[in-house]
């Protein structure tokens, strides 16, 4: 049983490193921090494999951090995030050590994939019908709704029609 925990720590395995960071940091000074993160990754023996571009995101909530006696709240910060091969011995000095930065607002330190990091396509399929102008509401009568709810059931096989109807209400 020794063994086996020796050798699950024995190997490097990949994590995921998301974090924010303080919004009051600079554009041009972003890289800096990132870099002074990616350094402390390979300062633990990682190896970082990929990065994310950071971002300057309208944050969901306030996050409120007590530093130095005063309460920041944040409601904008820096995203980003690092994946990297890290020995699991190391992971846990790795996540105080980030944790003491003062330029990082919150993080969150996940077992990676070697998944694609570029978001899905979103596919949007145009409907046949009338043109509606974004943001203008069409009201339906109910007596169109009723006319197309019985083309729809003419247009059906008449025995699932037959089914459907006849079906016992629970």
């Not at 490097?12 to 890289?31: H, I, M, Q």
């Not at 011995?89 to 990082?104: A, D, F, H, R, Y």
Request: net charge negative; aromatic share 8%; charged share 25%.
């Amino acid at each position: 049983m020794a063994d086996e925990t020796a050798e699950n720590y024995s190997d490097p395995k990949l994590y995921e490193f998301g974090f924010l960071l303080d919004p009051a940091v600079a554009e041009e000074a972003v890289s800096v921090e990132i870099a002074k993160l990616s350094q402390l990754v390979e300062s633990h023996g990682g190896k970082i494999e990929v990065s994310g571009t950071p971002v300057l995101r309208t944050l969901a909530y306030t996050v409120e951090i007590a530093r130095s006696g005063k309460r920041h709240k944040y409601d904008q910060a820096h995203f980003s995030w690092l994946k990297f091969h890290l020995f699991p011995s190391q992971i846990e000095i790795l996540n105080t050590e980030i944790g003491k930065m003062t330029t990082v607002i919150r993080h969150i330190l996940l077992h990676g994939t070697l998944a694609p990091t570029t978001p899905a396509l979103r596919r949007y399929v145009k409907k046949e019908g009338v043109a509606v102008p974004e943001g203008e509401v069409v009201k339906v009568s109910e007596a169109e709704i009723d006319k197309e709810v019985d083309a729809l059931i003419a247009s059906a096989d008449p025995v699932a029609v037959k089914l459907f109807c006849n079906r016992k209400k629970i």
